[in-house]
Each structure stands twice: as C-alpha cells, then as structure tokens.
C-alpha cells in the first residue's frame, strides 16, 4: 500500500478515535465502565434506557478496539493484510473500512 493512502487512512482513523471516545464520554463511560447515579429512581423507563445504552456503549468500545488495532497495525507495517488469509486487502474496502481485519473474501466467509 502507498504510503500516501496510509497516512490518509491513519488520519481518517485517528479521527475516528477521537469522535469514538468522545461519544464514550458523553454517554457517561469512564474507565470503569458505565456509571449510573444510584440514588436516581430505577423505573422501566429508565431500565429500558440503560439497556440501550449499554448497547450503544458496547459497539462503540468493540469499534472503538477496532480502530485502535489498525492503528497498531499501521504502526507495525501489517497494515493493509487481512488477518485471515495474509494477503492485501483491496484498499477499495480500506477506504470504505478503514479499520476492517479482513479481506472482503475473508469477511464474507465469518458471516
């Protein structure tokens, strides 16, 4: 892969990152996990909304893991090489995916 395009994605994913852990923020996740304040009332609206929540929260980390292994895999010159058969990945898809592990061969065989 050009250096060029890379650099280009790494942006593009470092981005990413950033809009990722500020939605993280915003949803109220910390280190810890997400926090609810104990002395609100716990009716189903709110337990509804907290399962939501948690939805959202957990795609976001998992996208948000994402991102951060394709940064080390720019980093570690591996990136651009689907991880289940070890040969380039069509950088039409990296632009489209710009944190995808896999080629779309590979991709469409884990479905």
């Not at 250096?3 to 994605?9: G, K, Q, R, W």
């Not at 009332?41 to 994402?66: K, M």
């Amino acid at each position: 892969m050009e250096a060029e395009t890379t650099s280009a994605l790494r942006e593009e994913l470092e981005q990413e990152r950033s809009a990722l852990r500020r939605e993280l923020e915003e949803l109220g996740i910390g280190s810890e996990g997400l926090v609810y304040d104990p002395n609100f009332a716990d009716s189903s609206q709110v337990t509804a909304e907290r399962g939501e929540t948690e939805v959202l929260a957990t795609t976001l980390t998992t996208n948000l893991a994402d991102v951060e292994h394709a940064l080390a895999k720019i980093e570690a010159g591996t990136y651009g090489v689907c991880e289940g058969c070890n040969r380039e990945i069509a950088p039409a898809r990296l632009e489209a995916m710009p944190a995808t592990r896999y080629c779309i061969e590979c991709a469409a065989k884990r479905r």
